[in-house]
């Protein structure tokens, strides 16, 4: 492949059968009472970002090799193992435009499934031996519970900061594309400035992916595949709603108070505030933040070899700031 034809999109075109075909492979070794549950949250598609992330970080510093496909399952089994948990905890009964598993297949199979998914993400990184490597991972699932118990905890108040925020999305959101990236730099031998280098550049590219995700939860559901307003329904207080409370009159405000505490929004209601969202730019405003985001997560590739994946990842990062699901 010439150099100037490696880009995130060529790039997302061509190892997605392959990422695939890993994914069919690790389906194949759940416990068959839980397969047909993995295959369906496992093999229904997605960006799979995460795997191109540990692809491109292991090529980024020297390591290619078939073995690669079987790793960069991995973050993605832990991501669709947590969207499948995330789904039975927020009550969603759709996801990416269809059931969500639990609806499909009942609750105990799906969390069962969700906790085989987890259970396999590890036995299969334990495969390349790397206590390093199981580290990462371990790591990225501990944090990710840790921000999802932390977002539960401060469901239906109104009453934290913006610092709050970011804490719990670091950890529901951030900490495992960190991790797709250090194991991609791990597996590569890299040195240690750049294992550090990549794994900062997936936290901040994380956060941000969370940001631009608490934005788009006000776009049309037709695009996104999702409810509109799901996290308003759910209580949680993220920047757009943040600033959408800031401007409200004292009597709107304790109105509005009442109904986010209790959750007892009306459909009509939620399509209002949503409007009223876009209308003001809170959600546009919620993508600027999440640029800063991005700002740092550019500055960390200064610190990696330059070259054709270097680019990729740059292309990452105006990938998550545009996208429109
Ligand atoms: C989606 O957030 C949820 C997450 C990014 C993380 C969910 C994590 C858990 C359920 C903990 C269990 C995870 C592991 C690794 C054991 P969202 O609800 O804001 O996004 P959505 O709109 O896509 O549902
Ligand atoms: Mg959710």
Known sequence: MREQDLS????????RPRVHHALE?????????????????????????????????????????????????????????????????????????????????GLRPALLAGDAML?????????????DMVECVSDAMMRTVAGEAHEIALQGSLSHSEDDYINVITGKTGWLLRASCRLGALYAGAEERQVEALSDFGLYAGIAFQMVDDAL?????D???????????????TPPVMRYVREL??????????????????????????????????DAATRALADEYLRRAEDCLALLPAGP??????EVIPFIRDREK
């Open 8 to 15: 995130l999109s060529r790039l997302f075109e061509e190892e």
């Open 25 to 105: 492979k690790a389906v194949g070794l759940l416990p068959p009472p839980v397969r047909e549950i993995g295959a369906y949250v496992l093999l229904a598609g997605g960006k799979r970002l995460r795997p191109l992330l540990t692809l491109t970080s292991s090529r980024l510093l020297g390591r290619n090799d078939p073995e690669l496909y079987r790793l960069c399952a991995v973050p993605e089994m832990i991501h669709a193992a947590s969207l499948l948990h995330d789904d039975i905890l927020d009550e969603a009964d759709t996801r990416r435009g269809r059931p969500s598993a639990h609806t499909c297949f």
């Open 119 to 131: 259970a396999l993400a590890d036995c299969e990184v334990t495969v390349f031996g790397r206590t």
């Open 217 to 221: 939860d006000f776009a049309a559901s």
């Open 223 to 237: 695009i996104t595949g999702k409810p509109c307003g799901g996290d308003l329904r759910e209580g949680k207080f």
């Open 249 to 282: 009159e004292q009597a709107d405000r304790a109105d509005f108070t009442q109904k986010f505490t209790s959750a007892s929004f009306s459909d009509e209601e939620i399509s209002r505030i949503a409007a009223r969202i876009r209308e003001c730019g809170h």
């Open 309 to 314: 994946e270097r680019n990729i990842l740059r």
